[in-house]
């Protein structure tokens, strides 16, 4: 046990983050081993297939600014892939706003009548209270606070409130803003300045522009990057062992750990100098043999996770959405998507899959619902919106991932604070990714991360938690 321990590197869970960061370490020569509890690679990137049917784990397309990261993607494959512009909508009373919002949808897109109520709400925010509408503490604010003092109250009530109650399930007051996806975080204000730059012709990067990169999607099915990826690590030398879940950790007095896990119904054991965990964090925490202080238990009970449920509908309706992918309100879904505009081999010939995205708490009644049912929860609704009636639909399958979100609660900082000191203090033990350091990051975002902490692992380099390092906050890693 303790030769094969020696410079192995053990990585815990096989999603885009794990791989990647297995990848670049076996491509260094670095002895390095995966365990994955589900059957396949790719976690959240990953993509279910049956009888020639592929459903992503949500409606994915690759895209990023980072070239290193964007070039390594689309090289996997040969030919490289091509890019493609990614079409995005939102429906918001019978309009179809483009997406992200921008102060250009909410004047010119929404009708005269939203646009001008949104328009007057937004001053009388800035008129009324100026010093408060001038904070913008992501830390402090809720949900609400951010987006009443950057939008005004008639969009937070119109939109802001219903979508993220619609999605968390938890009442905006009680969210953090940092649970606002980082596409629409800019204020009213900083998104109309950034139109009139564009028709300056000035040009900067920024977190609406990145929404508009050229996008990467495989032929068929997201999964497919990281299937390749997998295979590039496997190819140098790496171990992938699947369906084996991890049921204890274990650190040595060297500093080396021994990591219990079940495969099969059987109790079996791996070994290494170091380990890296990508595993939600709650899960993690309650692994370590011996337990951890009680106070540390106490603050994993207080993060959790959205889980993710898509429904996929087989049809041979095409054409169905004017955009790949499109969010609504007052739905029993909060996005639907069309995976013939992603690529038609995701599909019999002839045929065509319509994802719905369905918000859930794990273990309530919706996440335990069998696919039929979830199929009876939604068709009325997309019946009524013209895109799918009950007889368009000739076979259901479902995707379900119960960590897929972290939830930002208006007090999470200081439990998730608790966790990692926690962590930082195990010699050879780092956590990385969406679900291990619970940030709400892309996968492109994911795989920067993966690939500077393999130097600075291979470097010998110190390595501090996310709060420690400059630029890598839940806040700033999401954009």
Same mark, same amino acid.
């Given at each position: &046990?303790?030769? =094969? &321990?020696?410079? !192995?590197?053990?990585?815990?869970?096989?999603?885009?983050?794990?791989?990647?960061?297995?990848?670049?370490?076996?491509?260094?020569?670095?002895?390095?081993?995966?365990l994955?509890?589900?059957?396949?690679?790719?976690?959240?990137?990953?993509?279910?297939?049956?009888?020639?049917?592929?459903? *992503?784990f949500?409606?994915?397309?690759?895209?990023?600014?980072?070239?290193?990261i964007?070039?390594?993607?689309?090289?996997?494959?040969?030919?490289?892939?091509?890019?493609?512009?990614?079409?995005?909508?939102?429906?918001f009373?019978?309009?179809?706003?483009?997406?992200?919002?921008?102060?250009?949808?909410?004047?010119?897109?929404?009708?005269?009548?939203?646009?001008?109520?949104?328009?007057? /709400?937004?001053?009388?925010?800035?008129?009324?209270?100026?010093?408060?509408?001038?904070?913008?503490?992501?830390?402090?604010?809720?949900?609400?606070?951010?987006?009443?003092?950057n939008?005004?109250?008639?969009?937070?009530?119109?939109?802001?409130?219903?979508?993220?109650?619609?999605?968390?399930? +938890?009442?905006?007051?009680?969210?953090?803003?940092?649970?606002?996806?980082s596409?629409?975080?800019? /204020?009213?204000?900083?998104?109309?300045?950034?139109?009139?730059?564009?028709?300056?012709?000035?040009?900067?990067?920024?977190?609406?522009?990145?929404?508009?990169?050229?996008?990467?999607?495989?032929?068929?099915?997201?999964?497919?990057?990281?299937? !390749?990826?997998?295979?590039?690590?496997?190819?140098?030398?790496?171990?992938?062992?699947? /369906?084996?879940?991890?049921?204890?950790?274990?650190?040595?007095?060297?500093?080396?750990?021994?990591?219990?896990?079940?495969?099969?119904?059987?109790?079996?054991?791996?070994a290494?100098?170091?380990? +890296?965990?990508?595993?939600?964090?709650?899960?993690?925490?309650?692994?370590?043999?011996?337990?951890?202080?009680?106070?540390?238990? =106490?603050?994993?009970?207080?993060?959790?996770? !959205?889980?993710?449920l &898509?429904?996929?509908?087989?049809?041979?309706?095409?054409?169905?959405?004017?955009? %790949?992918?499109?969010?609504?309100?007052?739905?029993?879904?909060?996005?639907?998507?069309?995976?013939?505009?992603?690529?038609? !081999?995701?599909?019999?010939?002839?045929?065509?899959?319509?994802?719905?995205?369905?918000?859930?708490?794990?273990? %309530?009644?919706?996440?335990?619902?069998?696919?039929?049912?979830?199929? =009876?929860?939604?068709?009325?609704?997309?019946?009524?919106?013209?895109?799918?009636?009950?007889? *368009?639909?000739?076979?259901?399958?479902?995707?379900?991932?119960?960590?897929?979100?972290?939830?930002?609660?208006?007090?999470?900082?200081?439990?998730?604070?608790?966790?990692?000191?926690?962590i930082?203090?195990?010699?050879?033990?780092?956590?990385?990714?969406?679900s291990?350091?619970?940030?709400?990051?892309?996968?492109?975002?994911?795989?920067?991360?993966?690939?500077?902490?393999?130097?600075?692992?291979?470097?010998?380099e110190?390595?501090?938690?996310?709060?420690?390092?400059?630029?890598?906050?839940?806040?700033?890693?999401?954009?």
């Open positions: &046990m303790m030769k =094969e &321990m020696e410079n !192995r590197y053990l990585i815990l869970g096989g999603g885009i983050s794990g791989l990647t960061l297995g990848w670049k370490l076996a491509s260094a020569g670095a002895a390095a081993e995966i994955e509890a589900s059957c396949r690679p790719g976690g959240l990137a990953g993509t279910l297939r049956e009888d020639g049917y592929s459903l *992503d949500g409606p994915h397309s690759f895209f990023s600014e980072d070239e290193e964007s070039r390594t993607v689309r090289e996997l494959f040969d030919p490289p892939l091509k890019g493609k512009t990614r079409r995005v909508k939102f429906y009373e019978g309009n179809y706003l483009d997406y992200p919002l921008t102060a250009f949808h909410i004047l010119f897109q929404m009708g005269p009548g939203p646009g001008l109520r949104a328009l007057l /709400s937004l001053l009388k925010a800035k008129l009324f209270d100026p010093e408060k509408a001038a904070q913008n503490n992501l830390e402090n604010q809720s949900v609400e606070e951010w987006a009443k003092q939008f005004g109250d008639y969009l937070y009530q119109t939109f802001f409130k219903p979508y993220t109650e619609q999605f968390w399930k +938890i009442p905006a007051c009680e969210l953090s803003a940092r649970s606002i996806p596409h629409t975080r800019l /204020s009213f204000l900083k998104t109309l300045g950034h139109l009139l730059k564009k028709y300056n012709g000035v040009h900067s990067l920024s977190i609406i522009d990145r929404e508009r990169l050229p996008t990467y999607y495989p032929s068929t099915g997201y999964g497919e990057i990281s299937e !390749r990826m997998a295979n590039r690590f496997l190819s140098r030398g790496g171990r992938l062992r699947l /369906s084996c879940r991890v049921t204890g950790i274990h650190q040595l007095p060297d500093g080396g750990f021994e990591i219990e896990y079940e495969k099969e119904g059987r109790e079996k054991w791996a290494g100098h170091c380990v +890296i965990s990508t595993l939600p964090l709650p899960i993690l925490i309650h692994s370590f043999d011996p337990p951890p202080p009680a106070a540390v238990l =106490e603050a994993a009970s207080k993060l959790d996770y !959205r889980p993710l &898509m429904l996929g509908m087989a049809t041979q309706k095409q054409n169905i959405l004017p955009c %790949d992918y499109l969010y609504l309100l007052h739905r029993p879904y909060n996005r639907i998507t069309e995976m013939n505009k992603f690529s038609e !081999r995701t599909s019999p010939e002839g045929e065509n899959i319509l994802a719905a995205e369905i918000p859930c708490r794990r273990g %309530d009644e919706i996440w335990n619902a069998s696919k039929e049912k979830l199929f =009876e929860r939604c068709i009325e609704s997309l019946s009524q919106d013209g895109f799918l009636k009950r007889q *368009d639909v000739s076979r259901l399958l479902l995707v379900k991932a119960p960590y897929a979100y972290p939830i930002y609660r208006k007090n999470y900082a200081g439990h998730l604070a608790a966790l990692m000191e926690f930082q203090n195990k010699r050879n033990f780092y956590t990385l990714g969406r291990g350091e619970f940030l709400y990051g892309d996968a492109d975002q994911c795989m920067r991360r993966a690939f500077d902490l393999a130097e600075k692992l291979l470097n010998g110190k390595i501090l938690r996310p709060e420690t390092e400059s630029a890598l906050s839940p806040a700033e890693f999401a954009q």
